[in-house]
């Protein structure tokens, strides 16, 4: 990399109830990947990325995935300790994930102890129009109630969960500038 220009490190984790697509996720934007039929105990637990936030500034998201304990609603504190950014992710075609994000909304507040965490609302599996119970009107003003941002789209295309990640991921990098964290979390290069 050049010299003077900077790399941001952030910590994101994935959040939902089982089976909405957070591995899935994680897996297209780390890897670039979709698989129909993968394995539901995906080895790792987290990776990362690094993407070009512009103005010479580089972002490595570290990406957290839950990988089967999110059906205890009770992940561990230091699963969410400093995290920078969440992604609250429910699957459209089921009713029961989108009325479950108070629940995760609430544990991710109280334990990331973060009062400046980036939150952002993901429908997940828009591919699936045909069976969709959650409008995006709906799922909308959820996200403006709890001031997310907000976006659906199907974990199989890998432009539109790449968007997503760096929409927030420019969020994050804004808040940090406002507030500055220790030293070690923001490294020259
Ligand atoms: P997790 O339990 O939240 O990690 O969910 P997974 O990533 O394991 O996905 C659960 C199932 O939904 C898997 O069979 C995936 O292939 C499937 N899936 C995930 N995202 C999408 C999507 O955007 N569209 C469709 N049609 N299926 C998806
Ligand atoms: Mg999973």
């Known amino acids: ?3 003077g220009a900077e790399q941001m490190l952030f910590k994101y984790i994935l959040i939902g ?3 909405v697509g957070k591995s899935s996720i994680m897996l297209q934007f780390t890897e670039q990947n979709f698989l129909t039929n993968h394995d539901m105990t995906i080895g790792v637990e987290f990776d990362s ?3 070009d936030l512009g103005g010479g500034v580089t972002a490595k998201l570290e990406i957290w995935d839950t990988a089967g304990q999110e059906s205890y609603l009770s992940i561990t504190r230091s699963y969410y300790r400093g995290t920078d950014g969440c992604f609250l992710v429910y699957d459209i075609t089921r009713r029961e994930s989108f009325e479950h994000l108070p629940r995760w909304l609430n544990e991710a507040k109280q334990n990331s102890a973060n009062p400046n965490l980036v939150l952002m609302l993901i429908g997940n599996k828009a591919d699936l129009e045909g069976q969709r ?3 995006k009107a ?3 003003a959820f996200a403006d109630s709890n001031n997310m ?3 659906e789209f199907s974990a199989k295309n890998a432009g539109d969960v790449e968007q997503a990640f760096r929409e927030s991921a ?3 990098s804004d808040v940090v500038r406002k507030n500055p964290r220790k030293p070690s979390s923001s490294v020259k290069l």
């Open 1 to 3: 990399m050049k010299g």
């Open 17 to 19: 109830d089982t089976e």
């Open 49 to 51: 990325r690094s993407i």
């Open 133 to 135: 119970q959650v409008s």
């Open 138 to 140: 709906e799922a909308q």
């Open 149 to 151: 941002l907000y976006a």
């Open 170 to 172: 420019r969020r994050v």
